[in-house]
T-cell receptor, first 116, second 114 residues
Framework: DTEVTQTPKHLVMGMTNKKSLKCEQH?????MYWYKQKAKKPPELMFV???????INESVPSRFSPECPNSSLLNLHLHALQPEDSALYLC???????????????FGPGTRLTVT | AQSVTQLGSHVSVSEGALVLLRCNYS??????LFWYVQYPNQGLQLLLK??????LVKGINGFEAEFKKSETSFHLTKPSAHMSDAAEYFC????????????FGTGTRLKVLA
């Protein structure tokens, strides 16, 4: 199984709502990532978890809160988002941390988030 | 600092023609380089990667790329374009800046004309 799954596929939320995005992989990968992608732009790294510990936070606003409950799951909790946070949110995983390796990342299909 | 540059945000080719998507990198150490493809409303999929084992790398869907150190390039090619190749293509480099992460190029949108 070389698949990264993400739910939901689409999400519309108001600025006062709290919602969560979920990501799952069963490849035994030990690094997982959250990216934000705006239309016609490359993915922007938000967070990296390595061996279930947060290793990179790219100065993301606190209204985005990641969580890694176990080695297969990654959540992104959303609260009080702004309309400019509307984007495609991609989850990815890799066999291990990228340090000194040629590991490729496996991407999920993404969650299309619209903030109204 | 390591970086990657994709020349041409849009490339159009006729069906059956050669596809050439350009990627240049900047790195003070031997880089790990990747090409990913993204179809509309989907995630990214790895096409191929350079790991220093061979300079000519073959990937999926008939794509290949050649690592040229002298030109600091890793251009993606396919001999004959298919309509199904229409997508966004990203070049990426695995970099170290305290911690390791990917740096993506700005992307090239490939259009295939019938």
């Amino acid at each position: 199984d070389t698949e990264v799954t993400q739910t939901p596929k689409h999400l519309v939320m108001g600025m006062t709502n709290k919602k969560s995005l979920k990501c799952e992989q069963h490849m035994g990968h030990r690094a997982m990532y959250w990216y934000k992608q705006k239309a016609k732009k490359p993915p922007e790294l938000m967070f990296v978890y390595s061996y279930e510990k947060l290793s990179i936070n790219e100065s993301v606003p606190s209204r985005f809160s990641p969580e890694c409950p176990n080695s297969s799951l990654l959540n992104l909790h959303l609260h009080a988002l702004q309309p400019e946070d509307s984007a495609l949110y991609l989850c990815a995983s890799s066999q291990g941390p990228l340090a000194g390796s040629s590991y490729e990342q496996y991407f999920g299909p993404g969650t299309r988030l619209t903030v109204t | 600092a390591q970086s990657v540059t994709q020349l041409g945000s849009h490339v159009s080719v006729s069906e059956g023609a050669l596809v050439l998507l350009r990627c240049n990198y900047s790195s003070s150490v031997p880089p790990y380089l990747f090409w990913y493809v993204q179809y509309p409303n989907q995630g990214l999929q790895l096409l191929l990667k350079y790991t220093s084992a061979a300079t000519l790398v073959k990937g999926i869907n008939g794509f290949e790329a050649e690592f040229k150190k002298s030109e600091t390039s890793f251009h993606l090619t396919k001999p004959s374009a298919h309509m199904s190749d229409a997508a966004e293509y990203f070049c990426a480099v695995s970099v170290s800046s305290g911690t390791y992460k990917y740096i993506f190029g700005t992307g090239t949108r490939l259009k295939v004309l019938a």
